[in-house]
């Protein structure tokens, strides 16, 4: 009876019903779980967690003092433990405890993270007064406050110091702030200047017309600039001088003391110590932190600000070259071109064109764009500057130009659309009152479809803010020294290269160092790309369905 | 009727005319009419330029790849009869040095002459010291590229000097100043013993080492000259050491060592080589050169690097020899690649400084310009008229051919000799391979190295990727594409397809890393819960879906059709935990707790961590929305009245699917699988960073490999522009232009037909 039922099921075909839902559901699942990691780890990053000191006893080995804050667990087969070396005894469970612990201190131990076995660690507990540092370099310190010292003396110690110590690194960090603007907007503004001299120089010398006046002009300037370089070089004496006064005494798990600069501290922090309150607005400093800083130490740490308005620039820019030109195309293949074969095989060519690997859009990019174009451009308008190139060298305007023609085929297909869409009635209205083709295409049509032009455009920023194959070569780097865009001028800097939020993933996830420490600032940077990209996309897809339910109504 | 007619027409006054011919508004519409033509000129000529530029990708990708493949040039100059050509001698050897500029002949009256290239005007003479009474009856250059030679004396000594150019600038002009120098004293080495003429010599010089032959008739003479620098007086000490070699019974023809001074190569008799050991002091074996018994060889040459020797035979025929190592493990003397030039003898080969090209004169003046590697004739032009001699620049860009008392100064435009068609795709034999390989190696730290531009493992890595990736999306985008087509509630279908669809605007380097950073490692850590997923997720979905239809129908009713998969979350979320959950014991219990040491060792298959599984899984993922979204569509818009009477004459659902939809829809299925194909193919950082990116060709779904994107976007900032190698990387991006343009052109010429069969039904 029931092996009858089991054949009449198959039979009946749902089976095969159940399986093809299970692949929905497959696909479903596997989509919201990469978001769902990706989102965990992303934002994961920024708590405060617990930092935990224990002991760590490895059979046969003297016990050492751990402290840290736990990264991950896993249960691993003893056997593993044991091949891998490690001196596991021969009886006990199967499976034990494997933790990451990040400990810190890679100025002491040469190493951020260490595995350990759970099941070694024991008295583990989470002192209040357990302090971690962030510091600028060399990563975070992870151990106890002794004292705080100002310009060599003692000026608090124990539970004094703490305070001390708060009020310090926040001096630090205003002077920090300070010394920043000084180094980059100040200086340069010199080094541009100089530069500018410089180049200029050279152009009157190409020209045949660098005489002794003008020689003249050129050193009185190039001297006036020098003497303000003076100026900022005594402030900022002053204040690295001024940022080098405090420091603080340390001890390490191992009672260890560690003499730190205060001036090397970002953040000092006690997490065992904190309230959740305090914990989540640490934690959404520490965004911020992330959104608006610049990184540190080989992009493993600190923000990425340059590389989100990298993105933005280069997306912008390639933006207001893909519109208008997306716009002509679907405009001459839609309304003036005659419907044919031709104009049907030109769709299915840009269509496609749509399909072509990003890659080979990269390779043209470099090719033509950088060598070529920009080649030309560099012997026609810059011979001052050469050999180094200005144009003819990987920036920001190649970058943007081989994205726009990356993201060409996106515009006119969706403009194109929103032409079809625009019912022949309309349009015949239009031309039966007297309007010319032209005041018919200004007047009504264009308008009409601009939803469509909208549409298409924030799917080609979409496209070209997740592509990163073609940016490697034609424009973006690890780590770019100034903004394109600062008060120097020209102000916008179309020769610069750029960082961006995509290389900034696979650089830092894949050419660091440190990955282990890099790796949930990758989660992170990871998280924005998407979040940026899904709501330009959900905008589109809103745009869209608006616009179809407008012209259900005009096609009635 | 009338008369309401006339009085409306009384009682209306008569409109007033409006005159539409006013200067003003014909201006007007002039104007207007101008607009119109300047906007539809603008549209035109924009809309077409854009188009232009999108087609201008594929004409410049070609423009750059074309020069790979056209072969050489040789232009000629008008011939020179220098004034100095009366009292010369007959010449035994010309050089050209780096600068293009300066000539050098010797001269069997023991004269090195230097003149300019150019003009054939004479520039200095130096006269060998050559002692009384000898003359010069052989010479020898060392390895190509070392400006070392050795003159063979008719009284069984050798002379070693070397020839040197001093470029300086005097008064802002260019001046080089030829010398020549005796590293080894101006005194003759004595080779020959008897005193009987060295009729060959050869020579090779390493820093320490000054390794000398030479014969007369079939007799062999080997010296090594060992300098030692004395590190505490700085005194220079040279011992001579004779290496006595089993001697030949036919006169030598030619003879060469190899640049590690590790075999010596003594070409004999009508046709044959013996190979000599010289570490052991042995006969390594005696080679037949050429299979005709009538062809005999008349010139030899090594390439440079030294390994390969070419021998050119009196047919006109030329071939590649050198050490392979036999299936036995043996070293063996092995021809390589043969090319025809014409049909007289070869007289003179002369090797490429800094490629592993060769160029061939014949007793006709015919040149032949070839290479090796790339088993390529680039070039076979008639020069002179007879047997001449030439030279070769060390940037073989210039040629001198000297022949009846002129000299012929030719340039040579050879760009890109090392890439061909059989280069590019088929195994290439390479120096110090033992058998033909396909090989991607394009750069290496040492100088004389050979780039290996074979396409065909990162061909075969990028289809092996894409089959991988295919394996897992296209029955799960199918599938997942059928049923949200054709079962799933309308309400869900509203919902699902958005979220599949958003994730193809997911930028790939997100996948990437997400595969490298995280899938990587944890496969790696839990291979038997992956592939007892794999299993057990179609069994779990079965039965619980019998489980299913065995409930009550009161509970069963009370889920509207459509909403299996809704159900079927929670069994695959089970599932899938429990295989993760099962995965450490599971290689407890089968693979003795570690899956992946029992895949490397006890299957001998190599594991690595970035592999095409991890690569398979991202990429299936990243190409799943591609493949669902369009065969979604073309499920969903198999015409409603195929499938109401199908369903109708009493199929059941799974029926009309099986027989009705997925028939009338497979077009649209099938180029929804092209499309995925493409991306797959195309997909650069998934790939870039989800595998080692080793250029391998093995199936093995644990290795890694490299694909053509990958490759292009790795090695593309660091080639030299306009060199080989970034050509070749043009030429992959090429490949991938054209394949996945002819992929989706061929995709969307089915997928229209088939719109256009769904109309008319």
Not at chain 1, 106 to 115: I, V, Y
Request: glycine letters at 8%.
């Amino acid at each position: 009876m029931k092996q009858n039922s089991l054949k009449g099921w198959f039979k009946s075909g749902a089976p095969g019903v159940w399986i093809s839902g299970g692949a929905v559901s497959i696909a479903v699942i596997m989509t919201i779980g990469l978001l769902a990691v990706i989102a965990v780890r992303g934002l994961g990053h920024f708590w405060p967690a617990d930092l935990i000191h224990a002991s760590y006893n490895v059979p046969g080995l003297p016990a050492h003092l751990v402290v840290g804050e736990v990264v991950q667990k896993e249960e691993v087969p003893r056997e593993r433990l044991k091949s891998a070396g490690l001196p596991v005894p021969d009886e006990g469970p199967e499976f034990m405890t494997r933790e990451l612990i990040k400990v810190g201190n890679r100025d002491l131990n040469g190493t951020d993270f260490t595995w350990i076995v759970g099941d070694w660690l024991t008295n583990q507990t989470t002192p209040p007064e357990l302090m971690a540092i962030e510091r600028r370099e060399w990563g975070n310190f992870y151990g106890y406050l002794v004292n705080v010292k100002e310009g060599g003396k003692v000026i608090a110690e124990g539970e004094a110091a703490w305070p001390q110590l708060q009020a310090r690194v926040q001096r630090v960090n205003q002077l920090a702030a300070e010394l920043k603007t000084l180094e980059k907007v100040d200086i340069g503004a010199i080094n541009a200047g100089l530069e500018r001299i410089r180049l200029h120089g050279r152009k009157l010398e190409l020209d045949g017309k660098l005489d002794a006046a003008a020689q003249a002009d050129l050193e009185s300037e190039r001297a006036e600039l020098n003497a303000r370089y003076k100026d900022i070089e005594a402030r900022l004496a002053d204040l690295h001088a001024q940022f080098n006064r405090d420091s603080l005494t340390a001890r390490d798990a191992n009672g260890k003391e560690v003499e730190i600069e205060i001036g090397k501290v970002v953040h000092a922090y006690q997490p065992n110590g904190m309230g959740t309150f305090t914990k989540m607005g640490f934690y959404f400093s520490k965004v911020w932190e992330f959104l608006s800083d610049d990184p540190r130490e080989a992009n493993t740490e600190g923000g990425i600000f340059p590389a989100i308005f990298g993105t933005v620039m280069m997306t912008l820019i390639m933006a207001m070259i893909v519109t208008p030109f997306g716009v002509l195309a679907a405009v001459y293949l839609r309304e003036y071109a005659r419907q044919g074969t031709m104009t049907r095989l030109i769709r299915i060519a840009v269509n496609n064109l749509a399909g072509v690997p990003a890659i080979v859009y990269g390779v043209f990019g470099l090719g033509f764009f950088v060598y070529v174009l920009g080649g030309s451009v560099d012997r026609l308008f810059f011979p001052e500057a050469l050999p180094a190139p200005t144009f003819g060298t990987p920036g920001l305007l190649w970058a943007s130009l081989t994205l726009a023609l990356l993201a060409v085929p996106v515009v006119i297909v969706a403009t194109e659309e929103g032409l079809a869409r625009i019912p022949r009635t309309v349009r015949e209205g239009s031309l039966a009152l007297g309007a010319t083709k032209a005041e018919t295409l200004w007047k009504i049509v264009l308008p009409m479809a601009s939803p469509a032009m909208m549409t298409g455009m924030i799917l080609a920023v979409a496209r070209a803010a997740g592509e990163v194959a073609p940016l490697m070569l034609v424009g973006v780097v690890k780590l770019a020294p100034s903004l394109p865009l600062d008060g120097n001028y020209p102000y916008l800097h179309l020769d610069q290269k750029i960082m961006h939020l995509g290389f900034h993933i696979y650089d830092v996830g894949f050419q660091s160092p440190n990955v282990e420490a890099a790796r949930p600032l990758v989660y992170a940077t990871a998280l924005l790309l998407v979040l940026v990209i899904a709501t330009l996309n959900l905008s589109a897809v809103w745009i869209r369905n608006h616009l179809r339910e407008k012209y259900k109504a005009l096609d009635s | 009727m009338n008369d309401l007619a006339n009085s409306t027409m009384t009682t209306t006054s008569p409109p007033k005319r409006i005159d539409f011919n006013t200067p003003e508004l014909q201006r007007k519409r002039r104007i207007r009419a101008l607009k119109d033509r300047l906007t539809r000129w603008y549209v035109l000529v924009g809309g077409l330029a854009v188009l232009a530029a999108i087609t201008l990708i594929f004409f410049f990708l070609a423009y750059v790849v074309l020069p790979l493949f056209q072969g050489a040039d040789l232009t000629a100059k008008d011939s020179i009869t220098p004034a100095w050509m009366q009292d010369a001698g007959k010449p035994l050897m010309i050089a050209i040095e780096e600068q293009n500029q300066v000539a050098m002949r010797v001269s069997d009256k023991g004269q090195a002459l230097f003149y300019e290239l150019d003009s054939g005007a004479e520039l200095r003479r130096v006269d060998l010291p050559v002692p009384a009474g000898a003359t010069v009856v052989s010479i020898a250059e060392d390895q190509p590229g070392s400006p070392l030679v050795a003159i063979g004396l008719s009284n069984g000594q050798a002379l070693v000097f070397r020839h040197t150019y001093k470029v300086s600038y005097p008064d802002g002009k260019k001046t080089i100043s030829p010398a020549i120098e005796y590293p080894y004293g101006e005194a003759p080495i004595a080779l020959n013993e008897q005193g009987a003429p060295l009729e060959h010599v050869s020579l090779n010089a390493t820093d320490s080492t000054l390794l000398l032959a030479g014969s007369s008739g079939a007799q062999l003479y080997v010296l090594s000259l060992t300098s030692e620098e004395n590190m505490m007086t700085g005194e220079v000490t040279s011992e001579q050491t004779r290496i006595d070699l089993p001697q030949m019974t036919e006169p030598v023809k030619n003879i060469f060592v190899d640049p590690r001074q590790q075999w010596l190569y003594v070409v004999n008799g009508r046709a044959q080589a013996d190979v000599f050991s010289l570490r052991d002091k042995s006969l390594n074996g005696r080679y037949k050169l050429l299979e005709n018994g009538e062809a005999q060889v008349t010139a030899a040459a090594q390439l440079v690097g030294g390994i390969s020797l070419i021998i050119g035979d009196s047919k006109g025929g030329l071939a590649q020899w050198f050490m392979a190592r036999d299936p036995d493990g043996e070293l063996r003397f092995k021809q390589i690649r043969t090319f025809q030039m014409g049909s007289a003898p070869i007289v003179e080969i002369s090797a490429e400084e800094r490629r592993k090209g060769f160029v061939a004169l014949d007793a006709a003046g015919k040149l032949g310009v070839f290479h090796s590697t790339a088993h390529r004739t680039l070039l076979v032009d008639q020069v002179v008229d007879g047997q001449g001699l030439f030279g070769l620049s060390p940037r073989a860009n210039r040629l001198i051919v000297e022949q009846g008392g002129k000299l012929q100064p030719l340039t040579l435009e050879n760009p890109h000799p090392e890439v061909s068609w059989s280069a590019l795709w088929s195994k290439v034999w390479y120096e110090n391979y033992d058998e033909p390989k396909y090989v991607w190696q394009s750069t290496a730290a040492n100088t004389d190295f050979e780039p290996k531009l074979s396409l065909s493992p990162l061909t075969f890595g990028t289809l092996k990727a894409a089959f991988y990736a295919m394996l897992l999306a296209a029955p799960l985008a199918v599938a997942a594409a059928i049923y949200t087509a054709y079962f799933m509630a309308p309400g869900m279908r509203r919902k699902v397809k958005p979220v599949i669809e958003l994730m193809e605007a997911m930028p790939t380097v997100i996948l990437g890393f997400f595969a490298g950073l995280f899938l990587a490692p944890y496969v790696e850590g839990h291979l038997p819960g992956i592939f007892s997923l794999l299993m057990l997720l179609p069994i779990g979905i079965l039965v619980a879906g019998f489980t299913f239809s065995r409930l009550p129908e009161s509970i069963r009713l009370r889920v509207p059709d459509g909403w299996e998969s809704a159900l079927l979350i929670p069994v695959i979320l089970f599932v899938g935990w429990l295989s993760l959950y099962m995965s450490p014991y599971m290689e407890t219990w089968f693979f003795g707790g570690d899956m992946r040491m029992w895949i490397s060792h006890d299957l001998g298959i190599t594991y690595d961590q970035r592999n095409a599984l991890v690569v398979g899984l991202a990429m299936g993922f990243a190409v799943i929305p591609n493949i669902y979204s369009i065969a979604e569509d073309a499920v969903f818009s198999v015409p409603r009245g195929l499938t109401l009477g199908s369903l109708a004459l009493g199929a059941t659902p799974w029926q009309t699917m099986t027989r009705v939809v997925i028939l009338t829809a497979s077009p649209g299925i099938f180029s929804a699988l092209m499309i995925g194909m493409g991306r797959a193919v195309g997909e650069t950082m998934i790939v870039l960073m989800a595998t080692g990116n080793t250029p391998v060709m093995e199936m093995n779904l644990f290795e890694g490999l490299r694909t053509l994107a990958a490759n292009v976007a790795v090695e593309m900032p660091e080639s030299e522009v306009g060199g080989s190698h970034y050509r070749v990387l043009f030429l992959s991006a090429l490949v991938l232009l054209l394949f996945t343009f002819v992929m989706n052109t061929l995709a969307e010429l089915i997928r229209q037909r088939l719109r256009k069969k769904y109309s008319s039904l």
